[in-house]
């Protein structure tokens, strides 16, 4: 077993770029010049959050919609093209307006399931009353939007256990890793302690990749050498976890899937391991779903639900897809606490997931 410590941080970084290293400052600002996310340098890194316990004052909390009606830019466009002028200033839902939508909300990548529900509360929803001057068949359908994700909004506590394990799945390419550094972050501004476990034994460079965010973060990671077994290196991590009384353990694990029964079996078999220590973890199975693979990433979520049992979902890289229209899809099918959406490349830009904000962000409203 290896435990990575931190490294000391040059004081010479320019205050920008302090906390990234060069390739991330590089990349956050061609994001910031770039059409990806549309994040401007007049919005990057300036969302600093309000302190554990305080709501962020009006103009924070308008800037950090500014993000995510940014991040959600491309899959604004397609999901509102022709959406807009077919339901403007309409009262009624007529045949011809009902197959309009339809076909609208499949090219929005909803899926002909989800969508079959989507008109369906929304019809239920015109006939339950009559609609007043200022309502309309838009108005009703952004309502039914939002009716469909919140039973799904429900954010994570991590305060029932110590430590609190987080087991993260996802295929590889999903954005696990990232995911893991930026709620790495996020932990710490909020004052817990954190530990990592480089559990994706496999993949070129993973354990690396930790390495760099447990640097960047001051938090310590738990490895062992390329090749080892997933199981092993969470077993040794959880009892290193427990022994130095850490808050929360993020756990990364394989995700390759040449052999989809493989990957579940080692998966299975991770979870066994570590219940010898402890027979309540993971408190949190945290699947992270690729946005940009559309449909797919519903087949993903049946399957490692299935395997695993996901207790919540994260849905990353909305900012660089036209697809965030799966989302409906992904809380229809899998019916998991959707907890985390990502819309940019700075760790702010992992949010905890609001159903009324993803809606309006989405359909252009202010």
Known sequence: MKLFKRRAKPDSQPEGVKGMDPAEAADSAQTSAGEEGEVTAEGAGQDVPAPVGQAAPPEASATLFGRLRSGLSRSRGQFTEGLASLVLGKKQLDPELLEALEEQLIMADLGLETTERVLELLRQRLDRKALAAEESVLSALKETLVELLEDQERA??????????????????????????????????????????????????AVEQLQAWGDRHEVPVIAQHSGADSASVLFDALE???????????????????????????????????????????????????????????????????????????????????????????????????????????????????????????????
């Open 156 to 205: 994570l506590s991590l305060d029932q256990h110590k430590p609190f394990v987080i087991l993260v799945v996802g295929v590889n390419g999903a954005g696990k890793t990232t995911t893991i550094g930026k709620l790495a972050h996020r932990f710490k501004r909020e004052g817990r302690s954190v530990m990592l476990a480089a559990g994706d034994t496999f993949r070129a460079a």
């Open 240 to 366: 290193a976890a427990r022994a130095r009384s850490v808050d929360v353990l993020i756990a990364d694990t394989a995700g390759r899937l040449q052999n989809k029964s493989h990957l579940m079996d080692e998966l299975s078999k991770v979870v066994r391991v570590m219940r010898k220590q402890d027979d309540t973890v993971p408190h949190e199975t945290l699947l992270v779903l690729d946005a940009g693979t559309g449909q797919n990433a519903v087949s993903q979520a049946v399957e490692f639900d299935q395997a695993v049992g996901v207790s919540g979902v994260a849905v990353t890289k909305l900012d660089g897809t036209a697809r965030g229209g799966v989302l409906f899809a992904i809380a229809h099918k899998l019916k998991r606490p959707i907890r985390f959406i990502g819309v940019g490349e700075q760790p702010e830009d992992l949010r905890d997931f609001s159903a009324r904000d993803f809606v309006n962000a989405l359909l252009d409203e202010h």
